[in-house]
C-alpha cells in the first residue's frame, strides 16, 4: 500500500509516498515535479525502514538507578509521573521559570513546536528555547524586519539565480531539483560559497568569499545597483522606505573597498550585482551559510534588501511571499503570569518578531545553569535534540548538563545527550506520528505528515507525551485531546481544514490560489506596511536601523584576534547527504558508505605541515582539540580547512563543536560563530 506522507528525517519536509506492508515501512519516494527516474535520490529516506527498524531505538521509558549505574526500564505511567513531580517539586523550591524545555529541529517548528510552549506557558514557565538563533530563525527574523515574513525563492521559474550559503544538492533536494532545472533552461547561476561545493562547481561564476564576510559583499551589491542605477526606481518608489538611508549606508562599502578583505575582486562583485539587478526575474537562494554567524542579522537584511530593490520581491520566478494558513495559535502565551522574563531577555525583538518563534538563543540555558544569569535553571526537558554535540563549545555544555538537578530527554536514540538524563522517553520516528508540521502551515499548499505506521516497540509521538504529562500536571481543560486529529482538526479550525480533508488531499492542499505582487493589493506586514531598508523598531531599540549603517564591526570569525597562534580558518561545512546533524551514524547502511570524520586541507597546507593523506591529525582551538581524518583537496582554498559536521555523537574525539565558542553572540539574534573559528593543525606522535 502507497500513503502519502512528509519526510522529517531532515529539515526539508519532503512530500513522500511511503510503501507499507502488514503495517510495516518497506520503502519510501520523495515526490516531486520531476519524472521518478529523474528525481533526486536521497539516501536517508532510501535507509528509512533501517532507521525506523533499528536494534538501536529505545523502546521503553528509562529512569537512571539510584547508584549511577546506569538505566532501569520503566512503565510509562511510572516515567511520567516522576516527570511530572519533578515539575512540581522544582517549582516549588525554586519557581516555575527554573526549569526549561530545549528543543532542538527534529520534531519539527509547526505544531510539535506549540505543543511544548502550551504546556509551559500553562505551568508557569517562559523557558521554552529552541536553536533557532544558529538555524533559519535568525534569518526569519530579518526577512520579516524587512518585508514582513520570509521568502521563498521560486528557483524553477527564476532566469538567474544567486545561490548563497545554501547547498541543496546535500540538504533539501526539493530545491536542488528547481535549481538544476533552470539551470539547465539557461539561467546564469551564481554560487557564493567560500567552498567549492558540487553547485559552485556547474556555476558560471562562483565567489570563494571569505567566511563570515557576507554582509560587505552585500552592501557592496547594494551600492553598485544604486550608483548604476540598476534598480527598480518604480517598486522602491511606491513600496519602500529609507531608500535614502540605504543609500548612503551603502556608499561606505564600494566594491574597491571591500573586496581584498572579503577575498574578491571589485570586477567579481561588479559583474554579480549587474547580472542578478539586470536579469529578470531572479532569485536568491539564501541559506545557513549566513546563520551561524554574529552578523547574521544584519548580512541577511541586507541580502533581502537585495531582492526589494531589484523588484523581484512576489514576482513568479523571483522570491515569492508566502500564503501562510489561518491556523490558530495555540500556545496560550497569554497565561502565564504578568511580568515573567524568559532566559533569552536580553534578546527581546528576537523572541518577539513572530507570534510563535518564542525564544531561539539556546545559548542562554547555558548560561543560566552554570551562572544562574539571569536566573537559575535546576531542571531541562530535551527534546529532539542533542545539544550536547549540537551546540557551541561542547565542553562548557557538557558542564552545564552534568550539573542539572534534572535532565528528562526525549528521543529515539541513546545520544551523548540522553547519556546524562535522569529520565529518558522514548519517542516514535516521523512515520510513525501524525503532525502538523511548519512548512505546511507556512505556505499553500498545504501537506499532512500522516502516521504511516504504529510506533515502534513502546515509543510514544511527541504529541501524546506532551498532552499526557500536560494532564498529569493538571492541565485536562487544556489538553482535552485523546489523538494527533482532533488537536490538529482544533488548530486548523480558523482554516476551515481538517486532517481527514487533508488525507483526503494527500498529493497537497491549496486553500488559497497562487497570487504574486501581493503588495498591490495588501500593505506589507512590516509597521509602515512597506519594505523597510530603515526600520524605525530597530532605531528604537538602539540598533542600526539599516545594516552595517555604523560600520563593519569586528572580524566576525571566531579567536581572530589570536590568528598568530591559530593561524588556519575552520570552516564547519559539508553535511554529509546520508546524515542529520549528529544522527544516523549508527545505521550500517549509512556510515558504511560515508567519507567519515574527515578534514578537508589544501594539499599546500598539508604538506607544509607533512601531513599524509588518510591519517587522523588533530585540530586545536582555543577552548579545545579534536581529531579527524585528513583529506587533501583543493575545493578549500589554502589557509582553510572544511570539517565533517555533525561526527560527536559517534565519536566524542571528533566532535566539531569542542573547538566553538559561545562567549560573543550576536547582539540582536544571539547567534554564536559555530560555523568559522581559527584553528591550527599538528599531527598526532
Ligand atoms: N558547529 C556547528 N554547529 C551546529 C551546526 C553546524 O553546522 N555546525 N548546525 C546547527 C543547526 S542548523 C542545527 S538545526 C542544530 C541541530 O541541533 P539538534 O536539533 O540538536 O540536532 P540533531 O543532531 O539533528 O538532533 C536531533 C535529535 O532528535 C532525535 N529525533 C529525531 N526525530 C525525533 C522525533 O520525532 N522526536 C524526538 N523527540 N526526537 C527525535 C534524534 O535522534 C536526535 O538525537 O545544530 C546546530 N549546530
Ligand atoms: N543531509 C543533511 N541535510 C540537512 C541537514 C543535515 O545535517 N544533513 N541539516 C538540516 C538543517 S538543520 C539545516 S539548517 C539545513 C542547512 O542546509 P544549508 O542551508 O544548505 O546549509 P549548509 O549545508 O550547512 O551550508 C551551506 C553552504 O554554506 C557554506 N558556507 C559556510 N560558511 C559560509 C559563509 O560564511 N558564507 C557563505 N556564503 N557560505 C558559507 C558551506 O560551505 C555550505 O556549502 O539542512 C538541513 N538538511
Ligand atoms: S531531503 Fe531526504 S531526509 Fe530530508 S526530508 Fe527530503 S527525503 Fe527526507
Ligand atoms: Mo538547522
Same mark, same amino acid.
Given at each position: 500500500?502507497?500513503?502519502?506522507?512528509?519526510?522529517?528525517?531532515?529539515?526539508?519536509?519532503?512530500?513522500?509516498?511511503?510503501?507499507?506492508?502488514?503495517?510495516?515501512?518497506?520503502?519510501?519516494?520523495?515526490?516531486?515535479?520531476?519524472? $521518478?527516474?529523474?528525481?533526486?535520490?536521497?539516501?536517508?529516506?532510501?535507509?528509512? $525502514?533501517?532507521?525506523?527498524?533499528?536494534?538501536?531505538?529505545?523502546?521503553?521509558?528509562?529512569?537512571?538507578?539510584?547508584?549511577?549505574?546506569?538505566?532501569?526500564?520503566?512503565?510509562?505511567?511510572?516515567?511520567?509521573?516522576?516527570?511530572?513531580?519533578?515539575?512540581?517539586?522544582?517549582?516549588?523550591?525554586?519557581?516555575?521559570?527554573?526549569?526549561?524545555?530545549?528543543?532542538?529541529?527534529?520534531?519539527?517548528?509547526?505544531?510539535?513546536?506549540?505543543?511544548?510552549?502550551?504546556?509551559?506557558?500553562?505551568?508557569?514557565?517562559?523557558?521554552?528555547?529552541?536553536?533557532?538563533?544558529?538555524?533559519?530563525?535568525?534569518?526569519?527574523?530579518?526577512?520579516?524586519?524587512?518585508?514582513?515574513?520570509?521568502?521563498?525563492?521560486?528557483?524553477?521559474?527564476?532566469?538567474?539565480?544567486?545561490?548563497?550559503?545554501?547547498?541543496?544538492?546535500?540538504?533539501?533536494?526539493?530545491?536542488?531539483?528547481?535549481?538544476?532545472?533552470?539551470?539547465?533552461?539557461?539561467?546564469?547561476?551564481?554560487?557564493?560559497?567560500?567552498?567549492?561545493?558540487?553547485?559552485?562547481?556547474?556555476?558560471?561564476?562562483?565567489?570563494?568569499?571569505?567566511?563570515?564576510?557576507?554582509?560587505?559583499?552585500?552592501?557592496?551589491? !547594494?551600492?553598485?545597483?544604486?550608483?548604476?542605477?540598476?534598480?527598480?526606481?518604480?517598486?522602491?518608489?511606491?513600496?519602500?522606505?529609507?531608500?535614502?538611508?540605504?543609500?548612503?549606508?551603502?556608499?561606505?562599502?564600494?566594491?574597491?573597498?571591500?573586496?581584498?578583505?572579503?577575498?574578491?575582486?571589485?570586477?567579481?562583485?561588479?559583474?554579480?550585482?549587474?547580472?542578478?539587478?539586470?536579469?529578470?526575474?531572479?532569485?536568491?537562494?539564501?541559506?545557513?551559510?549566513?546563520?551561524?554567524?554574529?552578523?547574521?542579522?544584519?548580512?541577511?537584511?541586507?541580502?533581502?534588501?537585495?531582492?526589494?530593490?531589484?523588484?523581484?520581491?512576489?514576482?513568479?520566478?523571483?522570491?515569492?511571499?508566502?500564503?501562510?494558513?489561518?491556523?490558530?495559535? !495555540?500556545?496560550?502565551?497569554?497565561?502565564?503570569?504578568?511580568?515573567?522574563?524568559?532566559?533569552?531577555?536580553?534578546?527581546?525583538?528576537?523572541?518577539?518578531?513572530?507570534?510563535?518563534?518564542?525564544?531561539?538563543?539556546?545559548?542562554?540555558?547555558?548560561?543560566?545553569?552554570?551562572?544562574?544569569?539571569?536566573?537559575?535553571?535546576?531542571?531541562?526537558?530535551?527534546?529532539?535534540?542533542?545539544?550536547?554535540?549540537?551546540?557551541?563549545?561542547?565542553?562548557?555544555?557538557?558542564?552545564?548538563?552534568?550539573?542539572?538537578?534534572?535532565?528528562?530527554?526525549?528521543?529515539?536514540?541513546?545520544?551523548?545527550?540522553?547519556?546524562?538524563?535522569?529520565?529518558?522517553?522514548?519517542?516514535?520516528?516521523?512515520?510513525?506520528?501524525?503532525?502538523?508540521?511548519?512548512?505546511?502551515?507556512?505556505?499553500?499548499?498545504?501537506?499532512?505528515?500522516?502516521?504511516?505506521? $504504529?510506533?515502534?516497540?513502546?515509543?510514544?509521538?511527541?504529541?501524546?507525551?506532551?498532552?499526557?504529562?500536560?494532564?498529569?500536571?493538571?492541565?485536562?481543560?487544556?489538553?482535552?485531546?485523546?489523538?494527533?486529529?482532533?488537536?490538529?482538526?482544533?488548530?486548523?479550525?480558523?482554516?476551515?481544514?481538517?486532517?481527514?480533508?487533508?488525507?483526503?488531499?494527500?498529493?497537497?492542499?491549496?486553500?488559497?490560489?497562487?497570487?504574486?505582487?501581493?503588495?498591490?493589493?495588501?500593505?506589507?506586514?512590516?509597521?509602515?506596511?512597506?519594505?523597510?531598508?530603515?526600520?524605525?523598531?530597530?532605531?528604537?531599540?538602539?540598533?542600526?536601523?539599516?545594516?552595517?549603517?555604523?560600520?563593519?564591526?569586528?572580524?566576525?570569525?571566531?579567536?581572530?584576534?589570536?590568528?598568530?597562534?591559530?593561524?588556519?580558518?575552520?570552516?564547519?561545512?559539508?553535511?554529509?547527504?546520508?546524515?542529520?546533524?549528529?544522527?544516523?551514524?549508527?545505521?550500517?547502511?549509512?556510515?558504511?558508505?560515508?567519507?567519515?570524520?574527515?578534514?578537508? !586541507?589544501?594539499?599546500?597546507?598539508?604538506?607544509?605541515?607533512?601531513?599524509?593523506?588518510?591519517?587522523?591529525?588533530?585540530?586545536?582551538? $582555543?577552548?579545545?582539540?579534536?581529531?579527524?581524518?585528513?583529506?587533501?583537496?583543493?575545493?578549500?582554498?589554502?589557509?582553510?580547512?572544511?570539517?565533517?559536521?555533525?561526527?560527536?555523537?559517534?565519536?566524542?574525539?571528533?566532535?566539531?563543536?569542542?573547538?566553538?565558542?559561545?562567549?560573543?553572540?550576536?547582539?540582536?539574534?544571539?547567534?554564536?560563530?559555530?560555523?568559522?573559528?581559527?584553528?591550527?593543525?599538528?599531527?598526532?606522535?
Amino acid at each position: 500500500m502507497l500513503i502519502d506522507t512528509v519526510c522529517r528525517l531532515c529539515s526539508s519536509c519532503c512530500p513522500i509516498e511511503a510503501e507499507v506492508e502488514n503495517d510495516r515501512l518497506i520503502a519510501a519516494q520523495r515526490k516531486s515535479f520531476l519524472a $521518478p527516474e529523474q528525481r533526486l535520490a536521497c539516501p536517508k529516506l532510501a535507509a528509512a $525502514p533501517e532507521i525506523v527498524y533499528s536494534p538501536e531505538r529505545l523502546t521503553t521509558p528509562l529512569i537512571k538507578k539510584t547508584d549511577g549505574s546506569g538505566f532501569r526500564t520503566a512503565t510509562w505511567d511510572e516515567a511520567l509521573d516522576l516527570v511530572a513531580a519533578r515539575f512540581r517539586q522544582h517549582k516549588e523550591t525554586s519557581g516555575a521559570e527554573s526549569i526549561a524545555w530545549l528543543r532542538g529541529m527534529a520534531a519539527d517548528w509547526g505544531a510539535p513546536w506549540d505543543y511544548p510552549n502550551r504546556l509551559m506557558h500553562l505551568f508557569g514557565s517562559p523557558n521554552t528555547i529552541g536553536n533557532g538563533s544558529i538555524c533559519f530563525v535568525a534569518r526569519d527574523f530579518a526577512h520579516t524586519y524587512t518585508y514582513g515574513s520570509m521568502a521563498f525563492p521560486e528557483a524553477k521559474g527564476a532566469r538567474c539565480l544567486i545561490v548563497w550559503g545554501k547547498n541543496d544538492g546535500n540538504t533539501a533536494l526539493g530545491a536542488a531539483e528547481g535549481i538544476h532545472w533552470a539551470k539547465a533552461h539557461g539561467a546564469p547561476l551564481i554560487v557564493i560559497d567560500p567552498v567549492q561545493t558540487a553547485l559552485a562547481r556547474k556555476a558560471d561564476i562562483w565567489l570563494q568569499i571569505k567566511p563570515g564576510h557576507d554582509g560587505l559583499l552585500a552592501m557592496a551589491m !547594494i551600492h553598485e545597483i544604486i550608483k548604476d542605477n540598476l534598480y527598480d526606481a518604480d517598486f522602491v518608489e511606491n513600496y519602500t522606505i529609507g531608500f535614502t538611508e540605504l543609500k548612503e549606508a551603502a556608499a561606505q562599502y564600494p566594491a574597491e573597498k571591500v573586496a581584498e578583505a572579503i577575498w574578491l575582486t571589485a570586477e567579481q562583485i561588479r559583474q554579480v550585482a549587474r547580472l542578478y539587478a539586470t536579469t529578470k526575474p531572479a532569485a536568491i537562494i539564501d541559506g545557513n551559510g549566513l546563520d551561524m554567524h554574529r552578523e547574521v542579522f544584519d548580512t541577511t537584511r541586507a541580502v533581502a534588501m537585495l531582492r526589494a530593490l531589484t523588484g523581484n520581491l512576489d514576482q513568479p520566478g523571483g522570491d515569492v511571499l508566502p500564503q501562510p494558513i489561518p491556523a490558530r495559535n !495555540i500556545q496560550m502565551k497569554d497565561r502565564l503570569p504578568a511580568g515573567m522574563v524568559p532566559i533569552t531577555g536580553d534578546y527581546p525583538l528576537f523572541n518577539t518578531f513572530s507570534d510563535t518563534w518564542g525564544n531561539q538563543v539556546q545559548g542562554c540555558v547555558i548560561n543560566a545553569i552554570l551562572e544562574g544569569t539571569p536566573y537559575p535553571l535546576k531542571m531541562v526537558v530535551v527534546q529532539s535534540g542533542n545539544p550536547l554535540i549540537t551546540m557551541a563549545d561542547s565542553t562548557r555544555t557538557r558542564q552545564a548538563f552534568s550539573q542539572l538537578e534534572t535532565l528528562v530527554v526525549i528521543d529515539l536514540f541513546l545520544t551523548e545527550t540522553a547519556k546524562l538524563a535522569d529520565v529518558i522517553l522514548p519517542a516514535a520516528s516521523c512515520f510513525e506520528k501524525t503532525q502538523l508540521n511548519r512548512s505546511s502551515i507556512r505556505n499553500n499548499p498545504m501537506f499532512l505528515q500522516n502516521a504511516v505506521i $504504529p510506533p515502534v516497540g513502546g515509543s510514544w509521538p511527541d504529541w501524546r507525551i506532551v498532552f499526557e504529562l500536560g494532564r498529569r500536571l493538571g492541565f485536562e481543560a487544556e489538553f482535552p485531546w485523546q489523538t494527533a486529529e482532533a488537536a490538529i482538526d482544533y488548530q486548523l479550525e480558523p482554516a476551515g481544514v481538517t486532517v481527514a480533508q487533508l488525507r483526503q488531499n494527500g498529493k497537497g492542499l491549496r486553500i488559497e490560489e497562487q497570487r504574486y505582487q501581493k503588495y498591490r493589493e495588501q500593505p506589507f506586514k512590516t509597521p509602515s506596511g512597506k519594505v523597510e531598508f530603515f526600520s524605525a523598531r530597530l532605531a528604537e531599540a538602539g540598533l542600526p536601523p539599516v545594516p552595517f549603517q555604523r560600520g563593519w564591526r569586528e572580524d566576525p570569525i571566531s579567536f581572530a584576534e589570536q590568528s598568530s597562534a591559530y593561524p588556519i580558518l575552520g570552516i564547519s561545512g559539508s553535511r554529509d547527504i546520508r546524515f542529520t546533524n549528529s544522527q544516523f551514524r549508527i545505521i550500517p547502511a549509512l556510515l558504511n558508505k560515508s567519507a567519515g570524520p574527515v578534514v578537508d !586541507i589544501h594539499p599546500d597546507d598539508a604538506q607544509a605541515q607533512d601531513i599524509t593523506e588518510g591519517e587522523y591529525i588533530r585540530i586545536e582551538s $582555543p577552548k579545545g582539540a579534536i581529531e579527524m581524518i585528513a583529506r587533501f583537496s583543493s575545493t578549500v582554498r589554502p589557509g582553510t580547512i572544511r570539517l565533517a559536521w555533525g561526527w560527536g555523537d559517534y565519536q566524542p574525539a571528533s566532535n566539531l563543536n569542542t573547538l566553538t565558542e559561545d562567549d560573543r553572540r550576536g547582539p540582536v539574534t544571539g547567534t554564536s560563530t559555530s560555523r568559522s573559528f581559527m584553528c591550527r593543525l599538528r599531527k598526532i606522535q
